[in-house]
């Protein structure tokens, strides 16, 4: 099998590396579809980290949980989906740092 | 079930007001708080309670129900009357009838959600005098201060809303400092109790067996405990009753609030301040209580000439009744340190006759703005011609505020005098006494002072209107309130004996003063 | 129990049924509630009589308990009983005789005169006449304090009577004020002996009298709150006198007195000659067990008694309405009888009570019908010339006068030559400060002839001096009828007590002293009990007693003489000259009233009142000012800090994981990791 050949600190630095795209995307992006999506980044690299620790233990809470998280994801995204829709139809623009109307 | 059936059908009729057309709202609440009054008057008519509820004595319409455990606490539902509670009840009954009455007149919009309202308020307020567990009394202590708010911040006067909020906002936190203090008791009762029920936590408290809050090497030590937890609790129910310098809410809402509301303010909200002073720290800390004599009669004190000062000052003739109820809880505050059979009935006595008087001083006042629509004593002159009836009631409510005897009012002084007087836990209670007495010439002063100005002298109001005569439904009941007052000051021991009865225990401590 | 004990009660509630039936049906009813109020006093009347006869032909005294207030199974109890003695027998009689005759006078001044308000007049005066009758018959201090107050209310509401005025709402203000201000001293007083006591009976071997003798004589001991006993037994006594000055206007409480002629005149007449102001020596009266006790507080009664009564005559002299000549004259003769409480002339004191009340009541009344007949013009100098055509008034008037001037035969002479006999006595043996009482007594004495007759000749004698005067409106019988029966009273009640036709012929008549020396011992309220506890020891000049009673005598009757004489003498003619405006700036201090007045406002108004406003604003300043300042600094930080809320997600996230890195940086620090 070639996945026992890959030490499990291998998934560590991808789901890492994926995990750091994702943040870098919603701290620099304006788009809520963007903002979207890097989301979706962060999610999925807790995921792989979820998956790898579950084969490294032979338990497979973590997948479980994995499916559980993509099963949310699906949900977020609908809702999300639906807010960026929202936020369009009133200020013409998917930018997120236009929608401050709410605060205080 | 007696109590239940009370506060049942204090709510159930507070849902039915709601939903009910405006149009038809008055009638119906007027209605509707009528079994809570008749089912409090059979309370106390068949009365068969003795002692203090609190310290083992036989508590009447007693109910016990477990409720929930909190951790090692269980709480129960626990609710049953005694000779200091009864009286409260009554009050509270009697007057929300008569406020509901009296609002027919002033309050023309919302009428379904401001009368469901007054009914919450009820309900609540029989919570707070019969619950006997400190959650459960929690819980409607805190639920009291919805209504208030709302019947302040909706139906008030132009700066309702700063009035509200400063009211409720002041309250609250006073509760939250007075609930951290008897946390930090019952911790530090440690397993001594195994409830929050209050009767258990008085008996623990008063035997002794308050232990180290914490452990004893990293812990407060029982005595600087007690001290702290009476200093937070007096703090906190000091400003519901209020106490000078907490006072200063107390005003606001007066003159924002309509008259009903003031009414229950003052005559009953005030007294839940003084009955949780009475059930908690006095019951159950009198050690601390005798330490801190002197600077709660110096409070006292204060209170009392302090307020009758500034009530002098005041040119708004609901707020001379509001600075005078500072006053008249000042007596309430000296009966209670004084810690005798008199001094403490008399404060509960006081309790009941300021929530007649004053609730009687408020509606005449409100029957004066229907038909001025001013409180200004400077704007009116010689009311007494145009409407004698009012008048007439209003000079009968002045001069039993000012001690008249025979009235409810000079009795419950009387009593408290006598009280601190004769203190033995009081140093040098013969001084604070006579010092204190000197509130009933102040208030004769400025009493008889905005009588003169705005009863009096040739009749003179800018109105372009005829002033008619005041409506049966805003004369009847403070008639009412006049005929009990002069009741409770011919005859009073007819709520005077049961007070005694139940307050005996309470001063009975050691030094137990006096008689 | 005799029957008639059974009935006391009725006394006071006649007048009080008058009272509800006036205030709530009085529209409706005969005369407006008058007619009620004329049965009740004349069956309140009738059995105080009955019970005085009962009393006189029995002997048989009554002391009960008639209801519970409070019942207390531990501490003092709180009671209204009845204590009829030969004090308080005669004091009833006096109250509801006086009490009725204003109710027939009322129907001349109120109803005829078609007055406003009447029911409300007729519900004041049955309240009052109800109080100060259970005020007389209470068996104890409490009871008094409490028809003491109700008193001085219905004083409030008669004294106002014409609210819609300003000046009667002013002055009724006033009345219940300063008089409130005493009783203050009073209420501490009735505290203090309940807690010192445990009891507050003025009468038997359990009354608070006996067991502060008993206690004074070291038999008993009670809390005495780190006093000597008898320090505050003073004290106790002093606090008590603070109500009796206020209501008998002493000085310095007696600035309500003028004020308050303001009111009905039927109404000054209760309150001066039977009522209010009555009320304060009487309260001495009936607990005069206890001031026996207490030589010091005896002699500052005596004092302020014989300084009140020279200081209100010395006023009296240059008033110039009808009323305030009477005023000052009524606080100069409560002056006499306080003298005589102080000097341990106790039954000198009662006479002088009596016979005051009498012509006193006749006075106002006259005064009353004067000023009917003057369409209520109360200026004697607009009077003059009025005894032609109000003949009844007139000699009624004048033998009040008389007797207030203290002319023999009068009554008024014999009862204030008691008073000073006693006090002249009592100096002699070996209390000398009495003297200085005693000198002002005399003094006054002079001063009071000369006012006395300056008012009489002022306002019957000499030419009429305006158009009113000239034709005076007719008064009726229900006005004359009063005066004739005290007109008659006020020149005989003199032979109550002619203490010095016993002493010259030995013929005993001194009928008042025998009656109230009849008190039962076992009651401790006699006036041989109380001989028993004076300290004073008595003296004489010129021979013996008799030698002094007649240096007395002469003195007294002589100054009131010449008092009479020189106003006689001053003010006869057509158009007597304005006598009194030759003492200058001494006449312009007595008409302001040696500017008591002036303080006492300067007390209420200047100070109390500028203290009010001193702790309104530094309550809206400091204290609202400290709940506020809580709030808005709250609000402003809060303020400050929420513009951290930018409504841009990615600074919420940015924050978050700086937090985190900086949470992580803290824990890696607190872990030892570097």
């Keep these: ?104 | 079930m007696l109590i239940e059936a009370l506060v049942v059908s204090c709510l159930l009729g507070a849902a039915i007001v709601f939903f009910t057309p405006d149009r038809y709202a008055p009638k119906l609440a007027f209605g509707l708080s009528v079994p809570p009054l008749v089912l409090s008057l059979y309370a106390y008519v068949a009365f068969d309670g003795s002692g203090n509820a609190l310290l083992g004595g036989e508590i009447a319409y007693e109910t016990f129900a477990e409720w929930l455990q909190l951790g090692p606490y269980a709480v129960n539902y626990h609710v049953g009357l005694d000779g200091i509670s009864l009286p409260l009840v009554v009050l509270s009954t009697v007057l929300t009838t008569l406020s509901i009455l009296s609002a027919w007149t002033p309050i023309d919009d919302r009428q379904s959600e401001f009368y469901g309202l007054v009914l919450l308020l009820e309900g609540s307020l029989i919570g707070v005098f019969a619950a006997l567990d400190f959650l459960l009394w929690f819980v409607f202590w805190e639920a009291v201060l919805i209504p208030m708010y709302l019947l302040i911040g909706v139906w008030g006067g132009p700066r309702r809303k700063y009035a509200a909020i400063k009211f409720f906002v002041y309250t609250n936190i006073a509760s939250l400092v007075m609930f951290v203090g008897f946390f930090a008791l019952i911790f530090g009762l440690g397993d001594a109790v195994s409830s929050t029920g209050m009767p258990a936590i008085a008996e623990a408290l008063r035997a002794g067996q308050l232990g180290y809050l914490g452990t004893p090497t990293v812990g407060v030590p029982p005595d600087t405990l007690a001290i702290a937890a009476f200093l937070a609790m007096f703090v906190g129910f000091a400003v519901k009753v209020p106490v000078v310098p907490f006072h200063t809410w107390l005003p606001d809402a007066h003159v924002e609030a309509p008259t009903p509301a003031s009414v229950l303010l003052a005559g009953v909200l005030l007294k839940m301040g003084t009955y949780a002073l009475l059930r908690f720290n006095f019951t159950m800390l009198p050690e601390q209580a005798a330490t801190l004599a002197v600077p709660i009669a110096a409070i006292a004190v204060i209170s009392i000439i302090y307020g009758a000062l500034l009530a002098l000052a005041q040119q708004d003739l609901k707020r001379v009744v509001a600075y005078s109820s500072v006053s008249s809880m000042g007596y309430v505050i000296l009966g209670l340190v004084a810690y005798t059979v008199y001094g403490v009935g008399g404060a509960t006595f006081q309790m009941v006759a300021h929530g007649l008087i004053s609730g009687l001083l408020f509606m005449t006042v409100g029957v004066f703005y229907n038909a001025t629509h001013t409180r200004m004593i400077g704007d009116m002159s010689g009311l007494a011609s145009k409407m004698p009836a009012t008048a007439t009631v209003f000079v009968a409510g002045a001069f039993g505020y000012m001690g008249l005897p025979l009235m409810a009012g000079f009795m419950a002084e009387l009593f408290v005098f006598i009280g601190a007087f004769e203190s033995t836990v009081l140093p040098a209670a013969p001084v604070f006494t006579a010092i204190a007495m000197f509130g009933i010439v102040i208030v004769a002063g400025y009493l008889l002072w905005a009588m003169q100005r705005s009863l009096f002298g040739p009749f003179e109001l800018e109105t372009d209107y005829e002033l008619g005569r005041a409506p049966v439904h805003d004369i009847a009941p403070i008639v009412t309130l006049v005929v009990l007052i002069v009741a409770l000051g011919v005859a009073p021991d007819l709520i005077f004996e049961m007070i005694r009865d139940a307050t005996l225990d309470v001063v009975e401590f050691g030094f137990g003063g006096g008689s | 129990m005799a029957l008639i004990y059974e009935l006391t009660p009725a006394i006071v509630f006649l007048p009080l049924a008058s009272f509800a039936l006036a205030l709530f049906f009085g529209r409706w009813m005969p005369k407006k509630g008058a007619v009620a109020g004329i049965l009740a006093t004349a069956g309140a009347l009738g059995l105080s009589v009955v019970t005085l006869g009962w009393l006189l032909l029995s002997g048989e005294v009554h002391d009960q308990t008639w209801y519970t207030l409070v019942d207390a199974e531990m501490g003092v109890d709180l009671a209204f009983g009845i204590l009829i003695d030969q004090l308080s027998a005669a004091m009833l009689v006096i109250v509801s005789l006086i009490a009725f005759l204003v109710h027939v006078f009322s129907l001349g001044y109120m109803n005829d005169e078609g007055e406003p308000g009447l029911p409300r007049y007729y519900a004041g005066l049955g309240l009052f006449t109800a109080s100060m009758l259970a005020f007389v018959m209470a068996d104890n201090l409490f009871m008094a304090f409490v028809f003491f107050e109700l008193v001085g209310l219905c004083s409030y509401l008669l004294i106002g009577h014409w609210f819609t005025e300003d000046a009667p709402p002013s002055a009724a203000k006033k009345a219940f004020l300063v008089t409130r201000f005493g009783d203050y001293f009073f209420l501490v007083g009735v505290v203090g002996v309940l807690v010192t006591f445990g009891t507050a009976g003025f009468a038997g071997s359990e009354g608070f009298p006996a067991l502060a003798e008993s206690a004074l004589a070291g038999e008993t001991s009670v809390n005495t709150f780190g006093l000597s006993t008898e320090g505050w037994f003073s004290v106790l006594g002093l606090l008590v006198l603070g109500g009796v000055l206020g209501k008998s206007a002493q000085f310095p409480f007696h600035t309500w007195l003028p004020d308050a002629m303001e009111g009905p005149t039927p109404v000054s007449a209760l309150i001066h000659a039977a009522t209010m102001v009555a009320a304060g020596v009487y309260l001495v009266a009936r607990m005069y067990g206890f001031y026996a006790l207490l030589p010091t507080v005896l002699g500052i009664i005596a004092f302020v008694g014989g300084f009140t009564a020279l200081f209100a005559a010395t006023m009296a002299v240059v008033k110039n309405e009808i009323k305030q000549v009477l005023a000052y004259s009524t606080i100069s003769q409560y002056g006499y009888m306080m003298l005589a409480l102080g000097a341990g002339g106790y039954v000198a004191a009662f006479f002088h009570l009596t016979t005051h009340a009498i012509f006193k009541a006749l006075l106002f009344l006259g005064a009353g019908s004067v000023i009917i007949a003057m369409h209520h013009e109360e200026d004697m100098w607009e009077m003059g010339g009025l005894k032609s055509e109000m003949r009844t008034t007139y000699l009624t008037f004048l033998a009040g006068s008389l007797a207030l001037a203290g002319i023999f035969p009068f009554s008024g002479f014999w009862s204030k030559d008691e008073v000073l006999f006693e006090t002249l006595v009592h100096a002699l043996g070996g209390s000398p400060l009495l003297f200085g009482a005693y000198a002002m007594g005399i003094t006054a004495v002079f001063l009071t002839g000369f006012y006395t007759i300056r008012m009489v000749m002022l306002t019957f004698h000499g030419d009429p001096r305006s158009e009113t005067a000239e034709d005076p409106h007719s008064v009726g019988w229900n006005v004359k009828f009063p005066l004739s029966v005290l007109g008659v009273l006020a020149v005989v009640a003199g032979a109550l007590n002619p203490v010095p036709i016993e002493m010259l012929t030995g013929a005993e008549v001194d009928f008042l002293h025998d009656y109230l020396y009849a008190t039962p011992e076992a009651l401790l309220t006699g006036a041989e009990h109380y001989s028993s506890l004076s300290s004073y020891g008595s003296g004489a000049i010129a021979g013996g007693e008799i030698g002094t009673m007649l240096v007395n005598a002469g003195l007294s009757f002589g100054l009131a003489v010449a008092g009479a004489g020189l106003a006689f003498g001053l003010y006869r003619g057509g158009s007597p000259a304005r006598h009194t405006e030759r003492l200058g700036r001494v006449q312009t201090l007595l008409m302001h009233n040696y500017y008591q007045d002036e303080y006492q406002v300067w007390l209420a108004e200047g100070f109390t009142v500028r203290l009010a406003a001193a702790a309104d604003t530094f309550d809206q300043g400091v204290i609202d000012g400290t709940v506020n300042a809580v709030s808005s600094v709250s609000r402003s930080a809060g303020a400050r800090i929420r513009q951290i809320q930018s409504g841009v997600v990615t600074n919420y996230a940015a924050l978050v994981v700086l937090s985190l890195l900086a949470l992580l940086v803290v824990f890696a620090i607190l872990g030892g990791w570097f």
């Design chain 1, 1 to 104: 099998m070639v996945l026992e050949t890959v030490p499990a600190e291998y998934y560590l630095v991808l789901s890492a590396a994926v995990f750091c795209i994702g943040l870098f995307g919603i701290l620099t992006r304006r788009n809520a579809l963007v903002f979207l999506m890097s989301v979706e980044l962060l999610l999925n690299a807790a995921n792989v980290n979820l998956v790898a620790f579950a084969f490294y233990w032979g338990n497979v809470t973590g997948q479980t949980f994995a499916l559980f998280v993509i099963a949310l994801a699906a949900a977020e995204v609908a809702v999300g989906i639906g807010i960026v829709l929202v936020v369009h139809r009133n200020f013409d623009d998917v930018d997120v740092t236009n929608a401050t109307t709410l605060k205080w």
